[in-house]
């Protein structure tokens, strides 16, 4: 495998707490129950262990919540075991707080915590009830194990753009990374996106006097930053960095079986029904592969 190809991010469920007010329904989709989902959890970890056997790095396990999918712990586990360096979860933080020194213990070394607001009203409204001070227990929670920590905020004009330098200010005396997120068309009705698009990189020269370009991790699409004197750094994801070639860094690998290689959901390839077979799956890692670079 060539050795870009170094980062895999596993969709272990489709169920989740809540779903946040701004993305769109799919009206006629079905959520499948982990139960009745085409990748049962020896399907991942046959994934897991291909990719490791050809230089995987990095691990990240998402959703929906993955907090709400039962073999997290055991595939945390078996990914430490496998010697993977970082393992990772992007959660909402909604009972974390209660399970980050078990999930430590098995190996987890990084958490994405998704937070569109600190103002209780705001996300309540956002995520119809959702608890915030349950968010900022697991925050403390990660802070105080020593867990790399990154928190995700969907910039929205109108709605939070007022507590942007509230966020970027958790940087100050906190070692984490606050990552302001442009909204994206995607997923979005479109009159969403039109009144709620906030360009970042303006916002930063409009609002923020003293804010130095911090060095880019490798396999991240954020440009950082950080306010002078801070411990941690301010992350931007603008519309222009995720609207980019495909990444081969990147797979993709969800819970119907599906893997895709890039941030960008294309190039789909159903492998649920060729995991055993090693030859298959590196054959169709060269096409991929060579799909996205001829493009």
Known sequence: ??????????ILTEES?????YLKSNVGSVVIE?????????????????????GLKKIKFVGGEPLLY???????????ELGIEEIGITTNGIGLAT??????????????ISLDSLKEYRYQ??????????????????IAAGINLKINCVAIKGFNDDELLDFMKMTINNDIDIRLIELLPYGLDKGVFERGYLDIRQFLEYNVESVLKDKKDDLSISEYFRIEGAKGRVG??????????????RINVSNRGYMNIGPVQRNEYFIKNILEDKELLDDLIYKAASEITIK
């Open 1 to 10: 495998m060539d050795d870009k190809l170094s980062y895999l991010r596993v």
């Open 17 to 21: 707490n809540f779903s946040l007010l």
């Open 34 to 54: 982990q139960d009745r989902q085409a990748m049962k959890i020896d399907d991942f970890k046959k994934v897991i262990e291909y990719f490791v056997k050809r």
């Open 70 to 80: 039962r073999g997290l712990s055991e595939l945390v586990e078996y990914s430490r």
């Open 99 to 112: 399970r980050i020194i078990e999930l430590k213990a098995k190996g987890l070394t990084n958490v994405n």
């Open 125 to 142: 409204a956002l995520t119809d009830g959702g608890n915030l001070k349950e968010v900022f227990l697991s925050i403390d929670a990660c």
């Open 236 to 249: 931007i994801i603008t519309k222009d960095s995720r609207e980019h070639k495909d990444d081969l860094r």
